[in-house]
């Protein structure tokens, strides 16, 4: 074997040196994170095209081999509320005051009823985006959009890079990840 030379040992020490500092640690601190958590997926709303996304969204979860429950049902609160500028409507008496009044239909997710230990929302506008929150503390762990999925190096159809991105995402959360 033929001795180094003190440049090329510099060479190598400062190569050395220089591939392993360049790598950047970062740490995560996991807490509380149940032996077989379960996870619900609730739409923005109930638009078809958010529920199709929230679907999408579910099936990539439950392909990761975690457990999803149901989401919960729709509440509906429905309020009477008076229509500003009444004094303007045509018509006589009773009949302009009923007129004036509107029916409100509001439909929300009762959070307080989810069994699960994750809340997965998903919302389509303005861009794709899911959004995981630990129930217990409400806590948002982690935020994925569309650009981050266009963003991945995968050349698969657009729900195989969502699913590619929701594993990572568990994987990083401390949730194991079955393929």
């Not at 005051?97 to 997965?120: G, L, N, P, Q």
């Not at 503390?137 to 729900?159: F, G, K, P, W």
Request: charged share 20%.
């Amino acid at each position: 074997m033929k001795p180094r030379t003190p440049i090329k040992a510099l060479i190598v020490v400062f190569l050395s040196f220089a591939l392993t500092s360049c790598g950047k640690t970062q740490y995560v601190v996991l807490r509380n994170v149940p032996k077989y958590p379960s996870f619900v997926v609730i739409p923005a709303n109930n638009y078809s095209h958010e529920v199709w996304f929230a679907n999408e969204i579910e099936n990539a979860i439950i392909s990761a081999g975690v457990k999803v429950v149901a989401r919960p049902v729709t509440k509906e609160v429905m309020t009477e509320k008076g229509v500003h500028g009444a004094e303007g409507i045509q018509g006589s008496g009773a009949q302009a005051i009923r007129s004036a009044e509107a029916k409100v239909t509001e439909r929300y997710f009762a959070f307080d009823e989810i069994t699960a230990d994750y809340i997965v929302q998903t919302f389509t506008t303005p861009e794709q985006q899911v959004k995981f929150t630990k129930k217990e503390s409400m806590e948002i762990l982690a935020v994925v959009t569309e650009i981050d999925v266009l963003n991945s190096r995968s050349i698969n159809r657009r729900s195989n890079l969502w699913q590619h991105s929701i594993h990572m995402t568990l994987d990083k959360m401390g949730i194991p990840v079955f393929e």
